[in-house]
């Protein structure tokens, strides 16, 4: 189409300084190259550079820009209500997993008079798509993201000595090889010692063992996962981490090392490396973590963590 444009362009102006029988042959000449029809040659040729007044401003005809389409939205109001109300209703899940399943919520709400739409705003809810889902959502989602910095620390001096895994070799079929994380509920507020839980997801079977941390001291951390590794239903054989110091350290090493357990590492700033326990930190620990927040106790500022694990609620006071 572009090349099209630019014949036309080159072609414009010698056609509109041509004599009659020049131009049938420019004309020709044209609809050769470009496949057009006869008439919408003849068009774009004499209307090209050609210069319009509406008013008192003076614009020039370029076939090569175009108005920008105009349509009326296909999904309207209705239709973002009624998808807003599901996907609340479904916890919030992305597109690719709410998608299929509509068809059968749709019957089940208005079974038990959960959602009320017309016709039209059902049938538009049955042929969307994944894409549209997150499209249509996105605004809603960025009130929920959570925003602040990255708290993980680097360990440079054995990065050399830990080969990188990416997500794309996890091809175990095997149970036993699992990645490792910190979730840390800090609440946005980083003073101060807050719990961290310690998630381990198996990738064959996608087994997951969770572990309270008081803070990511290499030694609680340590200690944290040789308790989870006696509660796996099945021998560690593998374990893959972040760049943070909590697990590239010596300690860890030496440890996996004499165990015969495959230690690798990801790549900085690539969470989809880890993308198995990424998504169980959301859908295992962070709905079950309440909010950080600050309190007044005897007059003096506290930090409280509340977290809820199973029905109980822990609770831990950090002094400023």
């Known amino acids: ?29 044209l609809v050769e190259l470009t496949e057009y029809s006869r008439a919408y040659a003849r068009r774009v040729l004499r209307q090209h550079g050609q210069r319009v007044k509406p008013g008192k401003q003076a614009l020039v005809v370029d076939v090569r820009l175009r ?27 992305c597109g690719k997993r ?14 038990y008079n959960e959602l009320h739409c017309d016709r039209l705003t059902k049938e538009k809810l049955l042929r969307i798509s994944a894409a549209t889902i ?21 360990g440079t001096l054995l990065k050399h000595q830990i080969p990188i895994r990416t997500f794309a070799e996890w091809n175990e079929q095997q ?12 609440g946005g507020v980083a ?21 309270a941390v008081r803070n990511k001291a290499q030694a609680r951390v340590f200690e944290a996962l040789q308790k989870v590794r006696k509660n796996l239903p099945f021998p560690l054989l593998g374990l893959d981490s972040d760049n943070g110091s909590e697990f590239i350290n010596e300690e ?15 790549r900085p700033y690539r969470k989809n490396d880890s993308c198995f326990v990424e998504q169980k930190n959301y859908s295992i620990v962070r709905r ?25 609620t822990l609770i831990s006071f950090c002094p400023p």
């Open 1 to 29: 189409m572009q090349q099209r444009q630019a014949v036309v362009a080159k072609t414009a102006a010698r056609y509109q300084r041509s004599r009659k029988k020049e131009k049938s042959m420019i004309l020709s000449e």
């Open 67 to 93: 108005a920008p389409r105009q349509r009326s939205a296909f999904y309207d109001e209705k239709v973002k209500a009624a998808l807003l109300k599901i996907w609340r209703m479904m916890d919030y899940i």
């Open 98 to 111: 709410l998608q299929p399943a509509l068809p059968e919520l749709l019957t089940v709400l208005e079974r």
């Open 134 to 154: 997150d499209r249509l959502l996105r605004p809603e989602r960025r009130k929920y993201e959570l925003r602040g910095k990255a708290r993980t620390k680097p």
């Open 175 to 186: 149970p036993g090889f699992g990645e490792i994380d910190l979730v840390g509920h800090d």
């Open 191 to 211: 003073a101060g010692d807050y719990c961290q839980t310690l998630d381990l997801t198996d990738i064959a079977t996608t087994w997951t063992e969770t572990m």
């Open 252 to 266: 860890l090493l030496r440890y996996c090392q004499q165990e015969r357990i495959s230690f690798t590492r990801s």
């Open 288 to 312: 079950a973590v309440a909010m950080r927040v600050m309190i007044r106790r005897n007059n003096v500022s506290c930090s409280m963590s509340c977290i809820v694990i199973c029905g109980f």
